[in-house]
Nanobody, 124 residues
Framework: VQLQASGGGLVQTGGSLRLSCAAS????????IGWFRQAPGKEREWVSC????????RYTDSVKGRFTVSRDNAKNTVYLQMKSLKAEDTSVYYC??????????????????WGQGTQVTVSS
């Protein structure tokens, strides 16, 4: 199983980035996919999730209206479009997949598969 996250980088406050997560090794269309992040010295937090069908999306309050999660099941890829970035968005972002979707198991950090992180740094 692989969840390959990419697209991180350095951006100024107010800027945008798009993260991608390319998945392989499992039946992508059966899994809810999402993102967690962790900043230095802080606890890991969930950011967003999209259901297997793409019909349901969830966002943590701090990113609502700024981040958009989407998926392309033909490409086994999930995207996180991030706009109006703030310094507090600076974190390592992890791509996550769970067979049960975007429910409590996922939100509590107990998802089935985790990818390596990609660093997002927002400078003021």
């Amino acid at each position: 199983v692989q969840l390959q996250a990419s697209g991180g980088g350095l951006v100024q406050t107010g800027g945008s980035l798009r993260l991608s997560c390319a998945a392989s090794g499992f039946t992508f269309i059966h899994y809810g996919i999402g993102w967690f992040r962790q900043a230095p010295g802080k606890e890991r937090e969930w950011v967003s999730c999209i259901s297997a069908s793409g019909g349901v999306t969830r966002y943590t309050d701090s990113v609502k209206g700024r981040f958009t999660v989407s998926r392309d099941n033909a490409k086994n890829t999930v995207y996180l479009q991030m706009k109006s970035l703030k310094a507090e968005d600076t974190s390592v972002y992890y791509c996550v997949a769970d067979r049960s979707g975007c429910g409590l198991k996922f939100l509590s950090g107990n998802a089935d598969y985790w990818g390596q992180g990609t660093q997002v740094t927002v400078s003021s």
